[in-house]
């Protein structure tokens, strides 16, 4: 029996029995992306039978090569469901990118019939060496041929027409951030950067500009683009430290923040109770803190491309496939057919910071989301309300960029709230005004906060210098409807506010130099004498 | 001798082949759509300055109702064979961040111009499905280019991600009997010979009507239609 199956095995096709294995789950048993897992993936998996594919080294319009497939059959994309599979041999992997061009035979037919097949592979040329004259002259270019429009003046994803991009799929699509290096799908290297605009991502609202932009200016751009972050995330930080300055800046331009030392913390979404956040809108946060023994400065700041105000209507929220757009309506004619949506509102953009109450011990940190009853927690919590000032361009965007910049800068107060759990937040009446200021500059917030070490109120964090001092992040982006527990945290890391350095420290450790060096004198001459008459002794022993 | 070569020419266009007309209408009330918000970009609304914002053009009504940007060819009754290609390019621009005209039709291996006369990025989607789709970003250091589709396809939709409410229709046919009506409704299909032909009429929103009319030899025959709301 078994041999019967065996030989059965080896009879069917490889490529067919590796894809039902491990691809149909998400691309579906036909191909055509529909799979078990398909509503719980996004981005949706790839439909094979459009043969439209994203990730190609061909031109625009034209069928990837096979060893592009391989390739993220391989390598996995990153920032996608999509998962490495380089645990399968290269002889299966290349018989499951043969059995997935059977879904597509009709479109490879087609172009073969039409002379696009095989595909033509985009030039590419030779990557120049990076200088920063070409990095200056490849944002010229980013400027010049709208790549602002939707990734935005300093490359975070907010331009203004970010917000409103869909993919094939008629699902939303944010544009790359930019300054997330390791989070471009198609790779870092100068040459993935160069491909991706060169290609074009099929399927996608990223247009080919082979035709419309030299190649010397596609390489200054994709220096440009490099240039502005790394490839790889950068490591978590264990704690973020404060030094002791003899004042606290009073705001957040004040050149004592250049010298105070950065963390990152990275964000997630919260899982653990419904609604669940499968699409993290922040996904990490940079942090530094300044302490003068008596109050502390923290200074965050972490990407949001969308500036939100609750109640605003979302940009391309509403379903524009079914609205007319009829300024006037006549009810009885056409009501019942227009089936119109209310547009989509936005929520606030929101930030908070949270501590275990009272005085945190280091190996005791609250129930990450929001506490509990017995091991509640501090927020302090920022609500964009609204009141931060809008701020007119500097001149060097004024000149036809002016649409591309977002800034927005005001004093703000936070919060201090008490949670024993997600559901049970109450804001302290007897709190301590936590005083702030919120600076949104082309896709990023800055937010600075300060607040007395330590306060009346036992239901706030008590700050002690010297102490590790759990400290958690809470980010929510109004744009996505992130709010109350649907938002992205961090987990527990800890805030240390360095302990001052104690004077006598400088005497105790010059006395013991001192002394230390009295010791070894007296050894060294020790040493000698000894080896002096070692001579003797041993003439003595001799004879 | 020139004219009079020029007149047997245009005779036997005009009076050797039949000839379907007609004019579309729109059966109801009539309503108007909004204006277009294009504060997103400035070169967009700079178009506009002083004047009326443009307005969508999935319903573009003219006097009486007549109905615009309807694509109309014969759906039926045509002979099998190939028929020559024109020579001069179909063509769609982007102009005040509108597409110019809505609705276009080409034929089968016609060359197809897009152009850009704004001074601001578009990106041309095409997003065709039995032709080969493309997306060409056309920044203001590409005003042209030339495109071609090899198989009939009505229609395929083409949309600018950059503004999203640029949105317009090619209708690619495999023969030359095809119009697209103006604001006042009319179409007119020229050069048949005598047949029973179906005549199909297309909206981006309403879908497709179609007719059946005879015609004899060198006839010329009348054939309208009318879309209104349907009924959920």
Redesign the interface.
Known sequence: MSAILFFFMLQSDLGATTYDKYCAQCHGEQGDGQGIATEFVMPRPRNFT?G?FKFRSTQ???LPLESDLEKVVREGIRGTSMPSFAQLGESEIKAVVAHIQGYYQAVID??KE?G?YPPKVAEMGNPPKVTDALITHGREVYL????G??HGYEGRADG??SL???D?YDESILPANLNRGWEFRAGHELTDIFRA?TT?L?G??????A???PADDRWALASYVQSLSVGEEPTASAQVSASIVDQLPESMDDPLWDSAPEAYFPLTGQMMWAPVNHQPGVRSVTVKALHDQSSVALLVSWDDPSFSVAGAEA??GAD?EDD???????ED??G??F?EEPAAQVDADQFAIQFPSGFPAPNERPYIVMGDGSNPVNLWRWVQDGSLASQQAPAEAQSGH??LWTEYKGNVSLSSELAKGRNQISALSDGTPLKGSVHYLNGRYHLMVTRTLLTDSEDEVQLEVGKFLPILFWAWDGHRNEKEAMGNLSAWFFLRLEQPVDRSVYVKTAGAAFLTAILLLWAIRAARDSSRQEPSEVVESAT | MKLTAFLLVFLSITSLAGEITGVVKWDGNAPKMKPLKMDADPVCSAAYSGGEMARAETLVLGEGNTMAHIFVRISKGLPDKKWPTPSEPAEMDQKGCMYSPHVVGVMVDQDFKFVNSDDTLHNVNVKATVNRGFNLGMPTSMRESMQKFSREELMIEVKCNVHPWMKSYIGVSSHPFFAVTGEDGKYTISGLDAGTYEVEVWHEKLGTQTQSVTIGQDESKSLDFSFSMPSK
């Open positions: 459009t439209v625009s319009g034209q087609r172009d039409e696009f010049q041929s709208g790549c429009d939707c203004p027409s409103t991009l869909k094939d605009f074009g099929s996608t609202p990223m247009a080919s500009f035709d419309a932009i940009p391309g524009e007319w757009g009829f300024e006037t309506e006549e004619d056409f019942d057919f089936d002016a649409n």
